[in-house]
């Protein structure tokens, strides 16, 4: 065929698209933003959105010494590539709590599981070689070491031989190191007696992170260091009363756990629902494509996060993902989990959260990726990689402002700035950059394609005028679908390599269409 000919059928094609996306057009919404963000909007980084992986399955995720992960260590060069920079990764989680460090054991993990199949081991043991899986991400990659809390004299020197060993392991990787995971569930609990208040635990983590620097980083080094410790890591938070009793992450502040100068941030947990015994069956639509379901939880960490930012220290969410107790299939495994974690993370950054962690192990259906083969399934990048994508894509760079322009219960829009001031008071600093557009009415894989229905923006008002604006599409089949999902007309093959053309999609007269079940970022 003639190179005109080939222009031409391109041209005809791409009429016809319109044309029939206009013909399935669900009506039109106009976007407004302001040019600055509000003032004192805060400032997020390049990574703002980064990973928790369950310190069981630490292992499966990095490798080792003498094997790697290159699946993985792909799958984070992607975003680094991106965004210029590389997720911080959090090794933690309920079977940190389970761990004991034995400096003569010649394996570096040994996982015990009650039962075949379970999600998580029962017992686990590290010895020294533990920290080789702390090495192989990307040269860069920072570390948050959630270490054991057990009680007494010899779980303290337990911890603190654990620290020492993370410390000479990871060095100049160590962001972070986390004591215990979601304590506040423990007292009653065979960890620690009924009696334990929010007070006990503040001064017993005191006690911990002192002998840590003093016994395991060493006196002289410690004073020397930055803060090392991101504390609390409680339950997803329910209440806000202010009380020296009541456990929250800004009491625990109150309560004295800044005083050591060692305090770096504090973390809570989230999770939209559960699929614990006893929980009420989460769905797909009620729980994640569902905005007003998501911001109604986001209201507690708002809060907190207001409240910690006034005593002088950061808030993070510091595990979090769709549906708790390692997620739900049908829910967690698809692409509306991608859709979900966009407007989430998108939602959580026009707070005072100042980072996020989306958790996963080998088995869990809420996984990024699934690191190595399990049940016969080989590794491979999971919906919510794609999320990651997207939200890489709009953090480039970092010194990000995101503010909400759209909040209904299936629609969401946010505005994005880069700042260009070192102060977040100086508003007037930042411009407009992108404009995130997120459609969560449900559709579905099954449903006739040509019956997807569409919704138009105008984003004239907002400046959208210009050919130069770009749009890149997250997209797949339907909510439901599990593969053929794409960001930009991109893919991840089995390699962890984005394949296919970059696909940037041209504004027409100030507007675009986004399908349900799908979002889009126009950069302007």
Known sequence: MFPGFLAALCLLLAQAATALVQAQSNGSISLSASPFP?????????????????????????????HPNEFSRQLLFNLQNISGALPIIRAGGSTANRAIYYPNQTEAVILTFSEPGADQPSAITIGPKWVESFQQFPSGTQYIYNLNFNDGESGLNQTVMEAESAFHGLSQSLYAYEIGNEVDGWPGSSRRPANWTLQDYVDQWLLYATAIGKDAIGSSLDQSLEPLFQGCAFEAPRKLEVSSIVWNVANAIRDGMARSHRLKTVSDHEYMGAACAGSPVPTLQGNLLNHYHMTSLMYYHEALGNMTAALGVPYVIGETNSISCQGTKGISDVFGAALWSVDYTLYASTLKVSRMHYHMGTPYRYSAWQPVSYNDTAASAKPIYYGSLFLSTAFAGGDKQVTSILNDTTLAAYAIYHSLSEEATNHNQSTLEAVAIINMVMYNATQPADQRPYTLFNLSSVGVQRSE????????????????????????????QLVGSLTLEVISDGAVFVGAGEAVLVSL
């Open 38 to 66: 509000p003032q004192g909007q805060q400032k997020i980084p390049a990574n703002y959105q980064s990973y928790s992986i369950e310190f069981s399955y630490m292992q499966d995720y990095a490798g080792n010494a003498s």
């Open 469 to 496: 604006a770009k749009v890149r599409r997250l997209t797949a089949p339907g909510v439901d679908s599990q593969d053929n999902i794409e960001f930009a007309g991109q893919s991840v093959n089995s390699k962890g």
